[in-house]
Nanobody, 124 residues
Framework: QVQLVESGGGLVQAGGSLRLSCVAS????????MGWFRQAPGKQREFVAA????????YYGDPVKGRFTISRDSAKNTLYLQMNSLKPEDMAVYYC?????????????????WGQGTQVTVSS
């Protein structure tokens, strides 16, 4: 069993920054990919970014490329999402997720474990 706990959401003005954290526990993650997804009201959940726990290869959804950075601290079993130049359209609940297969990094169907989500609100 894997537990994921997100933190770091909040209210920020457009153009500002936030850093989300996700503490993972319960399993070793060497073969995993870890990802961030988001869901805005009335919209489907959307892939944001992913990282292979071993090797650190990163992947980003088109809307966030160049503005968001995903990283992980293996010693702390913690996943991060640094969000810069935030826009009102980035406003959503952000979810941390774990993908045991390490494949299909942008497909939520591949992610078996999910956190409870953290709200990001961007004011214009």
């Amino acid at each position: 069993q894997v537990q994921l706990v997100e933190s770091g959401g909040g209210l920020v003005q457009a153009g500002g920054s936030l850093r989300l954290s996700c503490v993972a526990s319960g399993r070793t993650f060497s073969t995993y990919a870890m990802g961030w997804f988001r869901q805005a009201p009335g919209k489907q959940r959307e892939f944001v970014a992913a990282i292979r726990w071993t090797g650190g290869y990163t992947y980003y959804g088109d809307p966030v490329k160049g503005r968001f950075t995903i990283s992980r601290d293996s010693a702390k079993n913690t996943l991060y999402l640094q969000m810069n130049s935030l826009k009102p359209e980035d406003m959503a609940v952000y979810y941390c997720a774990a993908n045991p297969s390490g494949l299909g990094y942008d497909s939520e169907k591949k992610y078996s474990y999910w956190g409870q989500g953290t709200q990001v609100t961007v004011s214009s």
